[in-house]
C-alpha cells in the first residue's frame, strides 16, 4: 500500500498532472436530449396541473379580445385595399387616349432631361480624366527623357575614358617602338611592401618609399 502511494504520488507531482487538476469538469444541468427518457421514467405519465376557474375565465377573455382586434385590423385592412384598387381601376378607365400620350410624353421629356444631365457629367468626367492622363503621359515623357539623357551622358564619360586610355595602347603602328621601350626598361613585378608602405624589390637592398 506504500508502494502504491508512492507510486501515485510520484504521478501527481509532474508538472502536466499538476496543470491538468486545476481545471474543473462541466456537468449539464440537465440530461442531454439524445439520451434518451430513463428506464425508470420510460412509463411514468405525468399529473396534468389543474388551473383555478378564475385565471381560466382570464385567458379566455383575453383571447377573445385579441381575436376580435385581429379580425378588426383585417377587415380594415382588406377594405383599404379594395378600395385602392378600386380607385386606380377607376383612374385608368376615365384616362383618354390624349391624357395616356400627354402623359408617356411627359415621362420621353422627363427621361431626356435626365439623359442630358447624365451627359453634361459624363463628359465632366471624362474630360477631368483626359487631364489626368494627359499630366500622367507628360511627366513620364520628361522622366524618360531625363534618364535618357542621364544615360547618354554617362556613356559619354565612359567613352572620353576609354579615349584618353587608347593613347596608351599597343596598335601596329608603335608595336615596335613598345618593344623596344620594354627591352630598354624592363619591368618586374617581384616585389613586396612592408607596414610602412616601402616598396622592396628582389634586386634593390634599400627600400624605396611610395606614395
Known amino acids: ?30 440530461k442531454p436530449r439524445w439520451l434518451g427518457t430513463a428506464k ?14 378564475e385565471e381560466i375565465e382570464e385567458l379566455k377573455r383575453l383571447n377573445n379580445n385579441y381575436r376580435t382586434q385581429m379580425r378588426a385590423v383585417r377587415g380594415f385592412l382588406r377594405d383599404e385595399v ?9 383612374g385608368l378607365v376615365l384616362q383618354t387616349p390624349e391624357q395616356e400620350e400627354a402623359e408617356w410624353q411627359e415621362a420621353l421629356r422627363r427621361n431626356d432631361e435626365w439623359n442630358q444631365q ?6 465632366e468626367r471624362l474630360a477631368q480624366e483626359r487631364a489626368a492622363r494627359k499630366e500622367y503621359i507628360l511627366e513620364r515623357l520628361v ?3 531625363q534618364r535618357e539623357m542621364d544615360k547618354l551622358e554617362q556613356i559619354e564619360a565612359k567613352v572620353r575614358v576609354e579615349k584618353e586610355q587608347s ?13 623596344e621601350l620594354a627591352l630598354v626598361q624592363p619591368t618586374t613585378y617581384n616585389f ?10 628582389a634586386a634593390d637592398s634599400t627600400p624605396k618609399e611610395t606614395n
Open 1 to 30: 500500500m506504500a508502494s502504491l502511494a508512492a507510486a501515485f504520488s510520484g504521478v501527481f507531482t509532474k508538472p502536466k498532472t499538476l496543470a491538468l487538476l486545476q481545471y474543473t469538469t462541466v456537468r449539464f444541468r440537465r
Open 192 to 201: 613586396a611592401l612592408d607596414r610602412d608602405g616601402n616598396l622592396h624589390r
Open 40 to 53: 425508470s421514467k420510460l412509463f411514468r405519465v405525468p399529473e396534468r396541473k389543474k388551473q383555478i376557474e
Open 143 to 145: 522622366l524618360k527623357e
Open 82 to 90: 379594395e378600395a385602392y384598387k378600386l380607385v386606380s381601376r377607376a
Open 118 to 123: 447624365t451627359a453634361v457629367k459624363r463628359d
Open 167 to 179: 593613347k596608351t595602347f599597343i596598335t601596329r603602328e608603335n608595336i615596335d617602338k613598345a618593344i
